[in-house]
């Protein structure tokens, strides 16, 4: 028995030193990232044969690269520099602000996660290493000693779309044992994503967990769907398997979510105590999420007391012939006219479609509709769809 037993591990140990061996004793004790004492970071990687290596990501200052055909693009990007150990290192020179950070490293050219970072994000079809710097915004991300609510993944039929799809359901702490009924707010995703977005992008458990306990938010229900109406579920997390992930396909932004919705107010209300009805409902998204947001809360006008609108597409696609988005001029008249708590619009002023909220906003100034309206810097990323998301909580519901 005990020649059995050693033969065994001889061949564990033999066979497997690749997944065993590597994962307890393969190369130096790197440490990567290193948040330093005055928030600056450290990068490294042990790549003794490699012949460059880069660190890319939203923690990297931009810089004007020339380009061959004379024009100049702004890239964040930073040489690494090899020691004598084969280690490669590279430190911001600039303390960073209190954020969540996404980064890869480029290795020969090759874009790869950093191997000392087990802490990675997909965002579409893309995977980054992250980090958090705390002491601001920052801390609102992180997973803090708080009462924590529950998130699960939940299976619906689709009547009108004829599938079975899955959503993100968050439930505040306590809401097992309360009793009560919560109100819900509806968080949509923009193209590409899907019901995992929100909930590791965007860090949503995290934010109502710590705005809760701060008391700066009400507990409420946050539901996640899916908005691609062409999809079941998450790559992977379906029957079709581990496909690539996609962003625009058919059904993507023409009625079809927005005619399925009412769905999934009917599932959740039906599967949860909630305030079933329109003062107990807020809708907001992201890019196509806000886009759905508009459309959702002014074709069905008695839905929703709250709308969020984050770096939202606006306007419909030209040659649609859809009720939902026919005659939208005289569908937002009746929305405003039954009222709406709060009508809420964030952006970058660098968004690729800061230009068409500027335009939206001017219509419902002409029009005398009132809304809450948000600017920040930067662009369509994550790191404003966050912020906007622990300003507009805390608005909710009051």
């Not at 994503?193 to 590791?200: L, T």
């Not at 409420?220 to 996609?246: K, T, Y």
């Not at 979510?257 to 998204?285: L, W």
């Not at 597409?313 to 006219?337: C, K, M, N």
Request: aromatic letters at 12%; a negative charge; hydrophobic letters at 40%.
């Amino acid at each position: 028995m005990k020649r059995l037993l050693s033969i065994a591990l001889y061949v564990a140990v033999s066979v497997c030193p690749v997944f065993a061996q590597q994962s307890l004793w393969g190369g130096p004790n790197v440490v990567s990232p290193q948040i330093n004492g005055d928030n600056t970071v450290t990068f490294r990687l042990f790549a003794p044969e490699a012949g460059s290596v880069q660190v890319t990501g939203d923690c990297i200052a931009e810089r004007p690269v020339s380009m061959p055909d004379g024009s100049t693009v702004n890239v964040r990007t930073a040489d690494m520099a090899r020691n004598a150990d084969g280690v490669w290192e590279y430190t911001v020179p600039e303390p960073l602000a209190s954020e969540l950070y996404s980064y890869n490293l480029i290795v020969d050219g090759v874009k790869v996660t950093d191997p000392s970072n087990v802490y990675m994000i997909r965002d579409v079809s893309s995977v980054f290493s992250v980090f958090i710097v705390g002491g601001g915004q920052g801390e609102l991300y992180k997973v803090n000693d708080v009462p924590h609510g529950t998130v699960s993944r939940m299976w619906y039929h689709s009547d009108v779309l004829d599938m079975d799809r899955r959503l993100t359901v968050y439930t505040p702490a306590g809401y097992e044992d309360s009793g009560r009924k919560y109100p819900v707010l509806y968080l949509l995703h923009g193209m590409g994503g899907d019901e995992e977005a929100w909930i590791s992008l965007g860090r949503t458990a995290q934010i109502f967990d710590n705005l809760i306990a701060q008391r700066k938010a009400g507990p409420m229900i946050v539901v996640m769907p899916n908005g691609n109406a062409w999809q079941d579920a998450a790559p992977g997390e379906s029957p079709v398997g581990m496909v690539p992930p996609m962003m625009d396909r058919p059904r993507s932004m023409e009625g079809s979510y927005e005619t399925s919705f009412p769905e999934i107010v009917s599932f959740i209300d039906s599967h949860f105590r909630t305030v079933a009805k329109k003062s107990g409902r807020a809708v907001a998204g992201l890019s196509m999420g806000g886009f759905h947001s508009l459309h959702l809360s002014c074709y069905y006008p008695d839905m929703f007391d709250y709308v969020g609108l984050f770096s939202a597409a606006i306007w419909p696609r030209e040659g649609l012939d859809t009720p939902v988005y026919r005659d939208v001029d005289r569908q937002i008249a009746v929305q405003f006219s039954k009222g709406v708590a709060l009508y809420y619009i964030a952006i970058g002023d660098r968004d690729f479609l800061y230009e068409d909220n500027c335009r939206y906003r001017e219509f419902l100034d002409r029009n005398g509709y009132p809304y809450e309206y948000v600017e920040t810097g930067e662009g369509h990323i994550w790191k404003n769809w966050r912020i906007y998301l622990s300003d507009f909580a805390p608005r909710l519901f009051r």
